[in-house]
């Protein structure tokens, strides 16, 4: 009788723990937008980008400066994390830098 009651709170805990787990926003679903500069001459631009990694500002923050690095372009800040839903209204503001990166 005490063996079925401990597997029975063992399943318990774990069906709740499975239950209980949200995984992350898919990365296709997961956008942001930011502001990044160039030096000498100083340039400066607004873009929106799609994130393949958590959807979380302190991963988009590194995943977004490794990409702008990579031409030349240094991240300043990370404004906003957002689904599909928020593309429409930055599209026109981003510009040429509208998924670009």
């Known amino acids: 009788m005490k063996q079925l009651l401990i597997s029975c709170a063992l399943i318990t805990g ?3 723990g499975m239950v209980s787990y949200a995984p992350p926003v898919a990365a296709a679903e ?3 937008d930011y502001k990044a500069k160039q030096d000498a001459p100083l340039r ?4 929106v980008i799609q994130l393949g990694g958590a959807c979380r500002k302190p991963a ?3 995943e977004i400066s490794g990409r702008l690095s ?3 372009w240094t991240l300043l800040n990370v ?3 957002f689904g599909p839903d928020g593309l429409d209204q930055r599209k026109a ?3 040429s830098y ?3 990166f």
């Open 93 to 95: 503001d981003a510009g």
């Open 60 to 62: 988009a923050k590194a």
């Open 79 to 81: 404004l906003s994390i």
């Open 98 to 100: 509208f998924l670009r």
């Open 44 to 47: 400066l631009h607004y873009g």
């Open 14 to 16: 774990l069906s709740i």
């Open 30 to 32: 997961c956008y942001a």
């Open 70 to 72: 990579a031409a030349g």
